[in-house]
């Protein structure tokens, strides 16, 4: 079988990190190779960009910033999420495009056909064969998050913004769920695993 790229997406502290740990280990118990990560990061150039887009009280211009989220994806493509496709290993990744039309379209307000066009000259075109978005109302993300980043600094309308945007896209990325974010973390791990081509491994 063909390894499979996830995605997790879904505002912060919606548990995308939860299950992102406890989809590696389901798919490792049943013998997949499994790769997990995350964006922005993934890569030592990701991580250091990483470590400045969140920077706390650093004023960046909104397009600085997807710039900024779009070169740590560039580099997250070609040094880990290709190579790994490639030598038969799944790819669990939280948060990939749909985060940056969500949170710097929606959010931010930047044209999204230009979000498009950077997230496709990042990817080469390469996207994910499922994606869960784990949906949280804005009050209940927001309460949960007790770091305040760059963005978690961000007022709830921000995250209202984000939240609509993630429900618009959602409608027309092929194999996407929505699941409910305020579920169990069991729970939510298995409607992710019911909805995986999982039979017959
Ligand atoms: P993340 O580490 O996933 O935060 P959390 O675990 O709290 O959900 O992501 C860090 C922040 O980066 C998050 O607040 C959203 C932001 N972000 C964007 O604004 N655009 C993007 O394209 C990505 C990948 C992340």
Not at 56 to 68: F, N, Q, R, S, Y
Not at 151 to 175: A, H, M
Not at 178 to 185: C, F, K, Q, S, W
């Amino acid at each position: 079988m063909k390894p499979l790229f996830i995605v997790l997406e879904g505002p912060d502290a919606s548990g995308k990190s939860t299950q992102l740990k406890l989809l590696s280990e389901a798919l490792g118990a049943q013998g997949i190779p499994v790769v997990a990560t995350r964006e922005p990061g993934g890569t030592p150039v990701g991580e250091k960009l990483r470590e400045l887009v969140l920077a706390p009280g650093l004023a960046i211009h909104p397009l600085t910033e997807l710039l900024l989220i779009v070169a740590a994806r560039h580099e997250h493509v070609e040094k880990v999420i290709r190579p790994a496709l490639a030598d038969g290993q799944w790819v669990l990744c939280s948060r990939y495009t749909l985060s940056s039309l969500a949170y710097q379209g929606w959010g931010r307000g930047l044209d999204r056909d230009l979000i498009r066009q950077l997230n496709e000259l990042a990817t080469g075109g390469l996207e994910p064969d499922h994606v869960f978005l784990l949906d949280l109302p804005p009050a209940v993300a927001y309460g949960r998050t007790r770091e305040r980043d760059r963005f978690e600094g961000e007022g709830l309308e921000f995250f209202t913004r984000v939240r609509v945007g993630y429900l618009e896209l959602i409608r027309s990325v092929p194999r996407s769920h929505v699941l409910d974010g305020t579920l169990p973390p069991e729970r939510v791990l298995g409607e992710i695993l019911a909805h995986l081509p999982l039979s017959g491994i």
